[in-house]
């Protein structure tokens, strides 16, 4: 799925919420997107301790609310498609074995949108000692200033409520990330200020230790350099680090997922081993496996205006659209360790749209249909897209023509049902040619259909319930044209924008 990427969503209230999580400071802020704690929840550890609520750990947590939404028969994750026999059966099985988790698989395979779908398994409320940084918990606070504040105020100490949202980090690996980055670094300030060097308090704490008690992500890991491989080993491993000559210790509680593409798992980068057996389940995704299950997709995520002229697009085009990337994934031409992503299938339906909205605008036309005239204009979308290996420079046309062809053919084959072949093309046989273009308006279409009567029985068959609109019915008109030239029934002749379709000679 998927896929530019955005912070994971803020849930509403669910039934993974904690039953005894008691409750905030209504005057102290709520989680980023401003959604304030409940107003019932506990004040102090001590009311926390009277509520009943009870601390565990990351992993028995996301565990227990798997295994919730399994037995009731839910998605653990929402919002992905494709993987229901393949890749969710292998999280399910390590979110109940509790075990950390790296997503292999090519660029656009969902793998960071299954990640970030993991926050919702986490209960809705946390509590942590007020004024931490790194989400203490009031049972077992980790940082010198939680463990001071509690040793000094005891069941007295304020606690705060953090949001599931804001216990999720994420880091791109790139090869300038720095320990201090992950782990921290000693505050120049607060040496300053009077404290000493090795004072634990002089630290400012990095990414890993502000999700205590959360979930971490590391996307692209081979990409992370070797040596700062080895510190977040040993922060969350050992427990310990060192920072500037003076060992810290840390006992975090982080689930660690995170990403990688199988090339550079093998080949750019490596992941050290120690890290790698940190690992207790490594998932391998992959592309949508048929064309319905990638429209399915594009469906989801395709940003398409709802302003302006009104769009339909044919069931028969958007296959179309999903079965190039089907072809561009088995065609020798195309780089396969590179990976077609969804991307490519998101970014040519918008793109065939916004071609349909535009000859709309210009005709004046009530409605925007994407027609197979519209697909030349996939050329600008596709190439960005795809690493082409052909033999000779500038073939990138040629690759995506192909490519374009082979998905209207199938989809032809699939679609359009001729009792009569021979009956449809005999008017092209009498000397007719029929007109078609990206920047002609609809109502040519319906003139030029007058004057080859065989085409519109399988035109209007193929627009169904839709063929009443002059836009939808050119649409059908285009499909069944480019189908008989495909099927070497019509020869097509095409200059700049324009396409005649006539006999073969």
Not at 6 to 12: G, K, L, Q
Not at 50 to 77: D, H, K, T
Not at 114 to 122: E, F, G, P, S
Not at 229 to 250: C, K, T
Request: hydrophobic content about 40%; proline content about 7%; some cysteine.
């Amino acid at each position: 799925m998927p896929a530019a990427e955005v912070p994971p969503p803020r849930s509403a209230p669910d039934p993974l919420s904690s039953a005894g999580a008691a409750a905030a400071r209504t005057d102290q802020p709520g989680p980023a997107g401003g959604q304030p704690p409940p107003a019932d929840l506990a004040r102090t550890i001590g009311e926390l301790r009277e509520s009943g609520w009870c601390s565990v750990p990351v992993a028995v947590e996301l565990r227990r609310n798997a295994a919730a939404r399994i037995a009731a028969g839910q998605q653990v994750v929402e919002g992905v498609l494709g993987f229901d026999d393949t890749v969710v059966p292998q999280l399910e099985n390590a979110l109940l074995a509790g075990h950390d988790m790296i997503f292999l698989g090519e660029r656009g395979q969902a793998k960071t949108r299954l990640i970030r779908a993991l926050v919702t398994l986490l209960d809705e409320w946390l509590p942590v000692v007020q004024g931490s940084e790194i989400n203490d918990d009031p049972y077992s606070p980790t940082s010198r200033y939680a463990r001071l504040r509690v040793a000094d105020e005891a069941d007295g100490t304020p606690v705060d409520w953090v949001h599931r949202s804001d216990r999720y980090g994420e880091k791109l690996a790139t090869p300038d990330t720095s320990i201090a980055d992950l782990i921290g670094e000693v505050d120049p300030i607060k040496v300053a200020e009077g404290r000493y060097l090795s004072d634990e308090l002089t630290l400012h704490y990095g990414l890993v230790p502000r999700v205590n008690r959360g979930i971490f992500a590391v996307n692209e890991l081979p990409d992370l350099a070797e040596r700062i491989q080895v510190g977040l080993l040993n922060v969350l491993e050992e427990r310990d680090v060192q920072i500037r000559g003076h060992r810290v210790r840390l006992p975090l509680d982080v689930v660690l997922v995170a990403t990688a593409n199988p090339e550079d798992y093998t080949n750019r980068g490596r992941i050290i081993t120690p890290l790698k057996d940190r690992f207790g389940a490594q998932i391998r995704t992959h592309y949508p496996r048929d064309a319905a299950t990638e429209m399915a997709v594009v469906r989801a995520e395709a940003s398409i205006p709802s302003e302006g002229v009104p769009v339909f697009v044919p069931e028969y085009i958007e296959e179309v659209v999903a079965e190039i990337s089907q072809q561009a994934r088995r065609h020798p031409h195309v780089n396969q360790r590179s990976g077609v992503s969804v991307r490519l299938s998101i970014a040519n339906f918008e793109t065939l749209v916004a071609n349909a909205r535009r000859r709309a605008l210009r005709s004046g036309e009530p409605e925007a249909v994407p027609r197979v005239s519209d697909l030349a204009a996939l050329v600008s979308s596709t190439q960005g897209k795809v690493e082409v290996e052909a033999l000779e420079e500038g073939r990138e046309d040629e690759v995506v023509a192909q490519l374009v062809a082979a998905a209207v053919l199938v989809v032809f084959r699939r679609r359009v049902v001729l009792s009569d072949p021979a009956g449809v093309v005999a008017d092209f046989e009498a000397g007719k040619v029929f007109h078609t273009g990206d920047d002609l308006p609809s109502a040519d279409y319906l003139a030029a259909l007058r004057q080859v009567p065989g085409l519109d029985a399988p035109a209007r068959a193929l627009a169904g319930g839709r063929c009443e609109s002059p836009a939808a019915l050119a649409a059908a008109v285009e499909l069944v044209l480019e189908g008989l030239h495909l099927t070497k029934r019509l020869n097509k002749d095409s200059s700049g924008s324009r396409t005649l379709y006539r006999a073969r000679r």
